[in-house]
Nanobody
């Protein structure tokens, strides 16, 4: 499994940005994918996750800090998992990582994810 995040950059507060995670070796029905972020001097924290099951369809789960502003989606044709970020705040500044788990979890814990991309930097100016 390989993951590669892209799309980071500098944006003003209130603006929007779209991150994309290119994946290979993933089966969306068997793996969960998620976005995490790590600010300078901070621990890596959960942003949101997405999983698919034939029983419940596609489910997403978000951290309270981004709920209503960020949206995770999956493009099966392109094998990407995107994170659309709206109404960005300076406190959203961080390196954003995409991650995948071997099982279809909805966990928000770093330790539950087995594969990680290299990260992409998002800087939100005030």
């Amino acid at each position: 499994v390989q993951l590669q995040a892209s799309g980071g950059g500098l944006v003003q507060a209130g603006g929007s940005l779209r991150l994309s995670c290119a994946t290979s070796g993933l089966t969306f029905s068997s793996h969960a994918t998620a976005w995490f972020r790590q600010g300078l001097g901070k621990e890596r924290e959960f942003v949101g996750s997405i999983r698919f099951s034939t029983w419940s369809g596609t489910r997403t789960y978000y951290a309270d800090s981004v709920k209503g502003r960020f949206t995770i989606s999956r493009d099966n044709a392109k094998n990407t998992v995107d994170l659309v970020m709206n109404s960005l705040k300076p406190e959203d500044t961080a390196i954003y990582y995409c991650a995948a788990a071997r099982v279809p979890t909805m966990s928000d814990r770093v330790s539950d994810y087995d594969y990680w991309g290299q990260g992409t930097l998002v800087t939100v100016s005030s």
